[in-house]
C-alpha cells in the first residue's frame, strides 16, 4: 500500500457491490492515507445512472478524504450513456489507461509536493 | 365475356408472337431513339424472354398478373426495371418498355376480330387491362430500385463524412462538413471515441469549418461529444468557429466556456502539441 490505491473493476457492476466498494474505498483511504486513486472501468461494459452517480460520489468522498480520483479506461458506450443520461460527473479527473492515470496523479503528486516542498512523496509505489 | 376475350388473346400472342416481338422492339427503338442507351440486342433478349413468359402465363386463362402463374413473368419484368432504374433511366422510359407492346398487340386484335366489334372491344379491354397493370408493376419495381439506390448513398454519405484522421502523436482531427443532425453526430461521436480508445490519443481536435450553421441542437449535440470525450480520458479541442457561427453561438446563449475552443485548425494543433508537450513543428523539424 503506498501513495496510491488502484481500483480494478472487473465484473459488472451491480447495486450491493458498487456500496460495499464504496465503504471499503474510504476505509482504506483513512487507513493508508492514500493521496490518490485509480478506478479502472475497461472492463465494465454497462452502467446505469446508479453506478454513474456511484463512481461521482467515490470521487467526492475521496476528494474529502484528499485523495485524488481519476476514472481510467472507460468504454466509448459507457461514455455516450453517461452522457445522455445527463452524468457528466464533473470534478472527476479521467485518463484514457492507468499508465496515464497514474502518471496524471503523480504530476498532482508533484505539484503538492513543489507547493508544499515537502521531500519525497512521491518515491512511494502504488499497490 | 372475358374468358373469350381472354381467349382472343392467347391465341394471338400464341400464333404471332414473332410478328408481334418484331414491331414491339421497333417502336421501342423509335421511343429510346434519342437516348441510345439500350443496343437493339440487348432490348431483343429482354423483350424476346418477356414476351415468350407472358405468352405461356397468359395461355392458363389467368389475367391476374399477382397470381402464380404471373410469377416468372413479375421476376422478369422486376429484373429489368431494376437494371433500368439503376442505370438512370426515367420512369417513363422504364414503363414503355411494357406500354409499347400495346399498338402491335391492338393491330393484331383487330386483324383477327375486325369482324365482330362486340369481341374486338371485350379482347382490347382485357389487354389493356392487362398490359396496364404490368406497366404498373414495372413502376412500382423502379421506384423501389431508386429507393434503394437512395438508401445506400446516404449510408455512403453518412461513413465519408465521419473520417477521423491522426495529425501527430496522439493528437486526432475530426473534420466536420455538412449539417449535424442527431444520426449524423451520433455516428461521429461513435467513431471519434473508438479512434481514442484504439490510438491513445489525448487530444481530439473537432473542426466544424465545413459544417455551415449551427444551431442549439448542434451545439449540444457537440458538447455531447466533448464531454464523452472528457469522460473517457482525452481532451477536445473545437476549432474552425467562423464569425457568424460565434456570433450564433453567444446569441443562442450556448455555454461553451469549459470547451476550449479556437479559431482555425492550425491554432488548435499549436494547442494540442503544447498540452501534449511536444514541440511545435513551425519551430523546429521534429526528429
Keep these: ?61 475521496s476528494r474529502v478524504l484528499d485523495a485524488q480520483t481519476v476514472v481510467v479506461g472507460m468504454q466509448p458506450a459507457v461514455a455516450i450513456t ?15 489507461n492507468v499508465e496515464k492515470g497514474m502518471a496524471l496523479l503523480r504530476g498532482a503528486a508533484r505539484s503538492a509536493v513543489d507547493r508544499s516542498s515537502e521531500p519525497d512523496i512521491d518515491a512511494a509505489s502504488p499497490e | 365475356m372475358t374468358t373469350a376475350a381472354e381467349g382472343a388473346i392467347a391465341r394471338i400472342l400464341k400464333s404471332h408472337e414473332e410478328p408481334i416481338l418484331d414491331e414491339w422492339i421497333r417502336d421501342q427503338m423509335t421511343s429510346f431513339r434519342q437516348g441510345g442507351r439500350i443496343s437493339e440486342r440487348e432490348l431483343r433478349t429482354q423483350s424476346t424472354e418477356f414476351l415468350s413468359l407472358l405468352q405461356q402465363a397468359v395461355q392458363s386463362g389467368d389475367v391476374d398478373i399477382q397470381s402464380p402463374t404471373f410469377g416468372r413473368v413479375r421476376d422478369a ?41 362486340q369481341a374486338f372491344a371485350d379482347a382490347s379491354w382485357s389487354a389493356t387491362e392487362l398490359l396496364d397493370r404490368l406497366g404498373l408493376y414495372t413502376t412500382e419495381i423502379y421506384q423501389r430500385g431508386r429507393e434503394e439506390v437512395i438508401a445506400r448513398q446516404q449510408q455512403d454519405l453518412l461513413e465519408l463524412s465521419t473520417p477521423v484522421v491522426k495529425l501527430w502523436d496522439g493528437v486526432l482531427a475530426l473534420p466536420m462538413i455538412g449539417t449535424l443532425d442527431s444520426a449524423r453526430t451520433q455516428v461521429v461521436m461513435e467513431a471519434l471515441l473508438q479512434r481514442i480508445v484504439e490510438t491513445g490519443a489525448e487530444i481530439a481536435i473537432i473542426d466544424i ?16 461529444t466533448v464531454t464523452a470525450a472528457r469522460l473517457m480520458g482525452a481532451d477536445c479541442i473545437i476549432s474552425g468557429i467562423r464569425p457568424q457561427i460565434a ?8 455555454d461553451l466556456a469549459d470547451v476550449s475552443t479556437k479559431a482555425t485548425l492550425a491554432d488548435a494543433f499549436r494547442l494540442a502539441l503544447a498540452k501534449t508537450g511536444q514541440s511545435s513543428p513551425t519551430g523546429r523539424a521534429r526528429a
Design chain 1, 1 to 61: 500500500m503506498g501513495e496510491l490505491l488502484l481500483v480494478t473493476i472487473q465484473v459488472d457492476m451491480h447495486d450491493r457491490l458498487a456500496v460495499q466498494l464504496q465503504d471499503d474505498l474510504t476505509e482504506r483511504i483513512s487507513e493508508t492515507g492514500a493521496r490518490g486513486v485509480l478506478i479502472d472501468i475497461s472492463s465494465l461494459e454497462i452502467v446505469d445512472s446508479f453506478i454513474g452517480r456511484m463512481i461521482a460520489n467515490i470521487a467526492a468522498m
Design chain 2, 209 to 224: 469549418t465545413g459544417v455551415p450553421t449551427v444551431d442549439t441542437l448542434t451545439a449540444q449535440h457537440l458538447l455531447k
Design chain 2, 247 to 254: 456570433q450564433t453561438i453567444v446569441h443562442l446563449g450556448v
Design chain 1, 82 to 96: 453517461l452522457v445522455e443520461l445527463g452524468l457528466t460527473l464533473p470534478g472527476v479527473r479521467t485518463a484514457l
Design chain 2, 77 to 117: 419484368l422486376g429484373d429489368i426495371s431494376r437494371s433500368r432504374a439503376m442505370q438512370g433511366y426515367s420512369p417513363s422510359e422504364t414503363a414503355t418498355f411494357v406500354f409499347s407492346l400495346k399498338r402491335p398487340v391492338f393491330q393484331r386484335l383487330r386483324q383477327e376480330l375486325g369482324g365482330d366489334p
